[in-house]
Structure formats: C-alpha cells, structure tokens
C-alpha cells in the first residue's frame, strides 16, 4: 500500500521505491534496514520512545553516516 511517493508498507514493513530496500520501525528508535543491492543490513537502538522525532537520530545516521560511507 502506498504511504507517499517514496516508500510502500505492507506485512510490518516499509518498502524504498528509489532504491530497493525494506525496513522496520519499532517505538523510540528501533530501525531495522535492509539494502540488497548493497549487501547491508543495520539496526538502531534507541530509547527515544513515545517521542515526535524519534525517527530522526536513525535517519541521520543512515544518510549521514552509513550510505555515504558505501559510496
């Protein structure tokens, strides 16, 4: 199912559409993401729960740290 013109979810999971990857979210910053293509899977732990931006520290390490290191 579509949730925007990124990113699909079904089955607990969202699905990239820019690159091929799936991921998990879990309460307080719990990731799980899982690239394919790149052979790369990483998970974050957080207790950042019932927060607004819990979302943010995994997504800057991803896009911060993580992919650009790939590169």
Same mark, same amino acid.
């Given at each position: 199912?579509?949730?925007?013109?990124?990113?699909?979810?079904?089955?607990?999971?969202?699905?990239? =559409?820019?690159?091929?990857?799936?991921?998990?979210? #879990? !309460?307080?910053?719990? +990731?799980?993401?899982?690239? %394919?293509? =790149?052979?790369?899977?990483?998970?974050?732990?957080? #207790? !950042?729960?019932?927060? +607004?931006?819990?979302?943010? %520290?995994?997504?800057?390490?991803?896009?911060?740290?993580?992919?650009?290191?790939?590169?």
């Amino acid at each position: 199912m579509p949730i925007d013109e990124n990113r699909d979810y079904g089955y607990q999971w969202y699905l990239g =559409r820019s690159e091929h990857s799936w991921s998990a979210a #879990g !309460n307080g910053g719990q +990731r799980l993401y899982v690239i %394919p293509e =790149r052979e790369l899977v990483v998970v974050t732990t957080s #207790g !950042n729960y019932n927060t +607004r931006d819990q979302s943010v %520290p995994p997504l800057r390490l991803m896009r911060e740290v993580v992919l650009p290191a790939m590169r």
